[in-house]
């Protein structure tokens, strides 16, 4: 992969391209394995498993419940990359000695995605009636990553995520990507709510996650341990480089904005995400190419237990192991539209 200074000294004189993304561009930088669709069908079916705490108020004269309920999904995803923006200029000057101010432009690629989510199968607690179908649409997601070729940002940021959600969120993460030989290491992530004694068995008002927990969703999924069945997936697996691409919305100028329904009830108000872009040798000796991700997104309701600011927060944990099923159609005569800079 080439380093960002060489990214830019690539782009640097172009004009502003858009064109069909083609697998090995080393214009994407750390995007380039990306370009054509990653599926679970048909060799990874069921691989996405999802959970969300929704407010959720109990009956009038009911014995003790909490508050809300937890949804569990297993999923089916399509994730398609196909149009890269190259060259994409953000101008700037930069103050000089002596009064000069140079040119201090920087020069991004924009691959853009689109998400796809189909529940297989879900489940609550409390149960409800409220869980949708199977091959019911739960999730759909247009956005942009972006490569971000100023050699000045080395050591901050040098990628984005730009993602557009229908419930009426936005959503800028920014990280860093990075390569290594051999398999990921993936962290656990704490699936309990922030702000509330984290004691599953001693507080009743984790009923709902001592109910996954005892009895895993799927007999698989355990919210406690939400990132287990990533880890599983990667046992045996000859996985021979990785690239990490890490985002985050807490991180320099990330945020979520939001329509003023979810602030009131439901903040969405952090996302981190991780993907592991990963190089598989398979029976052949070739190289075949898997996706995992790991997705929080903190939800605040409800006042905290424990006096901290704020509201209690919510991990809404999305995991997935999907495999590179097709690649972009080869692009014909004339595929490009220049654009001016």
Known sequence: MRTKTEQLEALRGRFRTVEQAVPG???LGPFKLLPGTW????????RGWNMIA??????????????YRLLMNQYNEKLTFSLVDKAVPNRGIAPAAGGLTPNADQLLVALDYEQGIKQIVSDDFPSTSLTGAP??????EPGLFLSMTDPLDEDVVDIARLATIPHGDSVLGLGVATVSDGPPTIPGINALPLGVNQDVDANPYLQPYKHFRDAP????????????????????????????????STVATGGISNIPFIVRQANASEMKSTFWIQE????????DLRLQYAQVVQLDFFDRFD???????WPHVSINTLAKVEDPPAPGPGGYDVMPS
């Open 25 to 27: 561009d080393e214009d």
């Open 39 to 46: 599926s679970n069908e048909p060799d990874l079916a069921g």
């Open 54 to 67: 929704l407010p959720f108020g109990p009956p009038q004269g009911a014995t003790f419940r909490p508050p």
């Open 135 to 140: 091959d019911t649409a739960i999730h759909h």
């Open 217 to 248: 969703f799927r007999g698989l999924f355990n919210p406690v341990d939400s990132t287990a069945l990533l880890k599983a997936a990667n046992e045996g697996v000859d996985i021979v480089r990785t690239t990490r691409l890490e985002f985050d």
């Open 280 to 287: 598989v040798r398979n029976a052949d000796g070739g190289i």
């Open 307 to 313: 006096g901290g600011p704020g509201r209690i927060k």
